[in-house]
């Protein structure tokens, strides 16, 4: 099912991310913003990459504070463009900044950020998938994916055999709270 518990038990880098968030719900506006943003980045590329950077990431991106990222202005992009620490994609930073912005309009429609995941759950992956495409930017199906995955939206983090999942099980994460049928697609 999930060739990531193979991988990440016992890895230095990927045992933490594995064991004390993937999958875990969360929901602190920075938070999500820096999960929507490695998932981003990692596009093309490999998650340890995105493990090894995220620390550059947070200091780039300034802890991932949705009002100074979407006031982030022509000398900040030059700036992210030329930091060999992270991933240097023109495309990537500018939907980061423009993300951050659609995530303060959130606040408007939604209340935040959280609370825009909430009133759209439970959904199928394909409608969440479309949600996100017209609703932010550099969000194909593999990053909405792993995104809702790793916020416990969608099912699938963890096989069920993996001491992670237990963990998970106790903080009934919002795929658990409905019916399983909804994510049948």
Request: aromatic residues 12%; charged residues 25%.
């Amino acid at each position: 099912m999930n060739w990531y518990c193979d991988v990440a038990i016992g890895d230095p880098l990927h045992g933490p991310y594995h064991d004390d968030e993937y999958g875990l719900p969360r929901d602190g506006e920075a938070v999500l913003f820096e999960l929507l943003a490695l998932e981003i980045f990692q596009a093309g590329l490999s998650w340890e990459l995105m493990l090894k950077k995220r620390p550059n990431f947070f200091k780039a991106f300034d802890g991932f504070d949705v009002d100074t990222v979407a006031a982030y202005g022509d000398e900040d992009t030059a700036r992210l463009l030329g930091d060999a620490g992270i991933v240097r994609n023109r495309l990537k930073i500018a939907s980061i900044i423009e993300n951050a912005k659609r995530i303060q309009a959130m606040r408007d429609s939604h209340g935040g950020f959280a609370e825009f995941l909430v009133a759209h759950h439970p959904m199928p992956k394909s409608g969440w998938v479309k949600l996100f495409k017209k609703t932010l930017k550099f969000t194909g199906g593999e990053i909405v994916n792993e995104f809702l995955m790793s916020l416990g939206y969608l099912p699938g983090a963890h096989r069920p055999d993996c001491p992670a999942h237990a963990r998970i099980i106790k903080a009934k994460p919002p795929w658990m709270r409905v019916d399983a049928s909804i994510y049948d697609e």
